[in-house]
């Protein structure tokens, strides 16, 4: 079994092999469930226009990395830039980042390959539970007070957590393997 | 030349980002597929009526990481839970786990970034929403 996964995963690739679990499981769900096909394909439909948008921009990110090449100011803040001032970059890109996370991983794996590395990548994902733009929503549900602090507290967690996955990894070697 | 350069860099520049796009498209559409049936079959509705609230922060902790809803849905919720007074642990804990933590995201964080640091960066990730969770409460209490 395990040498047909690596066979296929070799073949076609791994995220080929995950679409097909993921179609596979959705249709033996909706085989059992067929009245609820129209409001499952209602909720990917929303999902995707939701994301389309920001995977636009991201993707244009992407090309205009590859525009710019590896001789720019950014590239060089990327590479040669001092951990702290990338750390609350990453914190700030975190923070003004919307839409599912899964949709920015591209764009971090490049940053990732510019420079960055994988513990920034944890300060920007927790960082993406202050939510700016939400603020009055959450103000409405929980007061001012309570949003001012969850806010604040995840910005300093953001860089703990971040700076702790550093630590781990530099000191626990089966992590780095 | 320069302009046939820059045009020559264009197209390459276009071809990687869409050949990057195609790469990248099978594993977000996998986890819209698995979001939909989240979407329609998990519920947490009951977590507002349990009685024992710190079993509840737990299962808030670990049903919310497996679910991606948008943050208003959370919002909503999160304050039926009850007082913020009382319930201002379960609430951060709720709200943080929901966006930090994400299980049906892990094989696509582990297709880009390796499965040793998605495990890692998800489990810490779940603990701090703990940490958060408590520091929230003490702090709202402070001030």
Do not use: C
Not at chain 1, 113 to 127: E, V
Not at chain 1, 131 to 160: C, E
Not at chain 2, 96 to 105: E, F, L
Request: hydrophobic fraction near 55%; proline fraction near 3%.
């Amino acid at each position: 079994m395990f040498l047909v996964y690596q066979k296929l995963k070799d073949k076609i690739g791994w995220q080929w092999i995950f679409l097909i679990i993921s179609v596979l499981v959705f249709l033996v769900v909706v085989l059992f469930h067929l009245q609820d096909f129209p409001l499952l394909i209602q909720y990917i439909g929303q999902t995707s226009l939701k994301i389309f948008p920001i995977l636009l921009v991201v993707y244009l990110f992407l090309f205009l990395f590859s525009l710019l090449g590896t001789r720019n100011k950014f590239q060089h803040f990327l590479s040669q830039g001092s951990y702290p001032k990338k750390l609350i970059f990453t914190v700030f890109f975190g923070i003004i980042s919307s839409g599912p996370i899964y949709i920015w991983y591209a764009l971090l794996k490049k940053l990732h390959q510019s420079g960055l590395t994988w513990w920034h990548i944890s300060a920007f994902a927790y960082a993406r539970a202050i939510k700016i733009p939400m603020f009055p929503i959450m103000i409405a549900y929980f007061g001012l007070k309570f949003t001012l602090i969850f806010s604040f507290v995840l910005l300093v967690l953001a860089l703990v957590q971040s700076l702790l996955v550093d630590f781990l990894y530099r000191n626990i070697a089966f992590l780095r393997k | 030349m320069i302009k046939q350069d820059f045009r020559q860099k264009i197209h390459k520049s276009r071809k990687q980002t869409l050949n990057g796009l195609l790469n990248n498209l099978p594993i977000i559409l996998g986890v819209i597929l698995l979001l939909a049936l989240f979407q329609k079959y998990i519920s947490f509705d009951f977590l507002t009526q349990m009685q024992n609230h710190h079993f509840a922060v737990l299962l808030a902790n670990v049903l919310w990481s497996i679910s991606a809803w948008n943050p208003v849905t959370s919002y909503i919720i999160a304050s039926e839970m009850g007082n913020i007074e009382i319930y201002g642990f379960l609430i951060s804990v709720f709200l943080i786990a929901r966006v930090t933590v994400g299980i049906i995201q892990i094989p696509a964080e582990s297709f880009y970034f390796g499965k040793k640091y998605a495990i890692l960066r998800n489990l810490l990730a779940f603990l701090f929403a703990f940490l958060a969770g408590y520091l929230i409460y003490l702090l709202y209490h402070i001030f």
